[in-house]
């Protein structure tokens, strides 16, 4: 799965430790996401959405799907 | 994001908090553990109800850093949660299946000593030490 979240991250000037501090998950957790080594819960992806004022699709694509 | 902040800061203490408590009673566990295993010789002379009252505060303890470690579990993200649940799954089917061949080896008389609980305690923590490690690099 293909996801947004560096340029999100980076529009927003923040870095992979606010982000994990604003989704109270590790920095790692973040690094693991945003280098597609791990697909977030959909809780997760939620909450991300939420933080960025978007929808999941707009943060995540399916890659299979494309 | 100050106001997600205070909020992460608190999630970032809970887990340093629950760490602690962790450590705290893996430490208490560890010297329990001591005390009823040099106890008998070193302080009460192989009295019994001293010895039994070693083991069953050692146990006790044990339940305790059981729980602790749950508390631990639950305050992590879900990444961590998922890397620990697939160590201690790899941990549990090596320490069943080495711990079922080394009793066999035991009771077949292929190993000169008796089998020792130890051995597979030691064998459990390095694998679940090395499976941690592992699934954590591989998601760097």
């Not at chain 2, 961590?80 to 649940?85: A, E, G, P, S, V």
């Not at chain 2, 079922?100 to 008796?114: H, M």
């Amino acid at each position: 799965m293909k996801n947004r979240l560096k340029v999100l991250r980076a529009e927003r000037d923040w870095t992979q430790a606010d982000l994990a501090d604003a989704l109270e998950v590790s920095r790692q957790t973040v690094n693991a996401i945003e280098t597609g080594k791990y697909d977030p819960s959909l809780p997760l992806a939620f909450k991300m959405a939420r933080l960025f004022d978007k929808r999941i699709e707009e943060i995540f694509q399916d890659e299979e799907g494309n | 994001m100050n106001t997600q902040s205070a909020q992460s800061g608190n999630w970032s203490s809970r887990v340093k908090q629950k760490t602690l408590h962790l450590a705290y009673w893996t430490a208490a566990y560890l010297v329990t553990m001591a005390i009823g295993s040099f106890g008998p010789e070193l302080i009460w002379s192989y009295n019994n109800i001293a010895s039994i009252a070693a083991i069953l505060l050692n146990a006790l303890v044990g339940f305790g850093m059981i729980y602790a470690n749950i508390q631990y579990l639950k305050e992590q993200d879900e990444m961590m949660q998922k890397i620990q649940l697939e160590s201690m799954a790899i941990s549990l089917g090596v320490g069943i299946v080495a711990g079922l061949s080394y009793s066999l080896a035991d009771a077949t008389n292929v190993i000169s000593g008796d089998a020792e609980i130890s051995f597979l305690v030691i064998l459990i923590s390095l694998t679940y030490l090395g499976s941690i490690f592992i699934k954590y690099r591989s998601l760097k």
